[in-house]
């Protein structure tokens, strides 16, 4: 049974940092892409960034790039979301997801398996 688990959520204030980390385990994950999305209250969850296993090949939403960078230890089986100079907009539950969809899918319904999320709170 693949298992997620996030950590590294909390309260920050604008212009602060944070990492999240995501710990998988369950499976072999080398032909698996890892994904992060996030949730704000009353908004639907978006895509944040991904990375293949394998490759190492990453994608990040246009919103985060710049700011957010996406990394994997395979010797962990962690993958992480570096956050800088965060903003208020960036508040919302983060969730980590995986699956065997090839590429770098930024649509929730191509991940299979979700981690519970982290509580991302940006105050101004």
């Known amino acids: 049974q693949v298992q997620l688990v996030e950590s590294g959520g909390g309260l920050v204030q604008a212009g602060g940092s944070l990492r999240l980390s995501c710990v998988a385990s369950?499976?072999?994950?080398?032909?698996?892409?890892m994904g992060w999305f996030r949730q704000a209250p009353g908004k639907e969850r978006e895509f944040v960034a991904a990375?293949?296993?394998?490759?190492?090949?990453?994608l990040l939403a246009d919103s985060v790039k710049g700011r957010f960078t996406i990394s994997r230890d395979n010797a962990k089986n962690t993958v992480y979301l570096q956050m800088n100079n965060l903003k208020p907009e960036d508040t919302g539950v983060y969730y980590c997801?995986?699956?065997?969809?090839?590429?770098?899918?930024?649509?929730?319904?191509?991940?299979?398996?979700w981690g519970q999320g982290t509580q991302v709170t940006v105050s101004s």
């Open positions: 997801a995986t699956g065997l969809t090839l590429g770098l899918p930024t649509m929730a319904n191509q991940y299979e398996y």
């Open positions: 369950g499976r072999t994950f080398s032909l698996y892409v």
């Open positions: 990375i293949r296993w394998s490759t190492s090949s990453t």
